[in-house]
């Protein structure tokens, strides 16, 4: 990390808001933004977090989903652990969703809410980096459709390119309503974009 770059971050004003009220990550607020438009999270529901580290999403959705929820965040990298009884860590590849997912035991065999902030090593070149995110947010997808009941969540996060069109109308063959969303928190200069899925609804043959 450059000086440079740690000098800008302290500027930022999520990165600080962020410290603050003691989130994880300056990402929280994107979620926040995300779900108080869409109301993609409600009290009570259990929730998949891919791409978790280091925790910012996660204790987004706790703080919504209370003490009758679950929380399980998954994450290559590891994740400090939180206090909370029904919030739990894994380490895990979201490319490895099928035998991960039959591995883990959720406490309900599906959950309500998939999330995915999963996002590459960026290289800094556009078309390289923007290939590698659709193929983790198609992995995301994947996983997502494995474990959602009828009628769940997904959001996840995307790039701008020529692969986000094919990509969102992937999402469109397994949710009732599709959104593109860039919430105020993810920086302008960046390529980020999300995608929202609500109302899972995959067509029968891709139940599994
Ligand atoms: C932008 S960070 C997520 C920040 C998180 N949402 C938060 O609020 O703290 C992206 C994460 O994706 C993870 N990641 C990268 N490749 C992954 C993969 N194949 N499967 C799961 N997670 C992955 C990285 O380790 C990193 O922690």
């Given at each position: 990390m450059s000086k440079r770059w740690r000098s800008e971050r302290g500027k930022d004003y999520y990165y600080r808001l962020s410290k603050k009220e003691g989130y994880r990550s300056r990402a929280a607020y994107k979620l926040i933004q995300i779900s108080k438009k869409y109301r993609l999270l409600k009290a009570g529901d259990h929730v998949v977090d891919f791409g978790a580290a280091p925790g910012g999403w996660m204790q987004v959705a706790r703080k919504i989903v209370g003490d009758k929820g679950y929380v399980l965040g998954i994450?290559?990298?590891?994740?400090?652990?939180?206090?909370?009884?029904?919030?739990?860590?894994?380490?895990?590849?979201?490319?490895?969703?099928?035998?991960?997912?039959?591995?883990?035991?959720?406490?309900?065999?599906?959950?309500?809410?998939?999330?995915?902030?999963?996002?590459?090593?960026?290289?800094?070149?556009?078309?390289?980096?923007?290939?590698?995110?659709?193929?983790?947010?198609?992995?995301?997808?994947?996983?997502?459709?494995?474990?959602?009941?009828?009628?769940?969540?997904?959001?996840?996060?995307?790039?701008?390119?020529?692969?986000?069109?094919?990509?969102?109308?992937?999402?469109?063959?397994f949710f009732k309503y599709v959104r593109l969303i860039k919430p105020a928190a993810s920086k302008s200069k960046s390529s980020e974009i999300y995608v929202l899925g609500l109302g899972f609804n995959p067509p029968t043959n891709e139940v599994t």
């Open positions: 994450d290559p990298t590891q994740i400090e652990k939180f206090p909370w009884h029904n919030v739990e860590v894994k380490i895990g590849n979201v490319k490895d969703y099928s035998d991960m997912i039959h591995k883990i035991k959720l406490p309900k065999k599906k959950v309500d809410v998939v999330l995915s902030d999963v996002s590459p090593n960026i290289s800094g070149i556009r078309d390289i980096d923007h290939v590698k995110q659709i193929e983790l947010a198609e992995d995301s997808l994947k996983a997502a459709s494995f474990i959602l009941r009828p009628g769940g969540n997904f959001v996840v996060k995307a790039f701008q390119g020529d692969l986000l069109k094919p990509f969102v109308n992937n999402v469109k063959k």
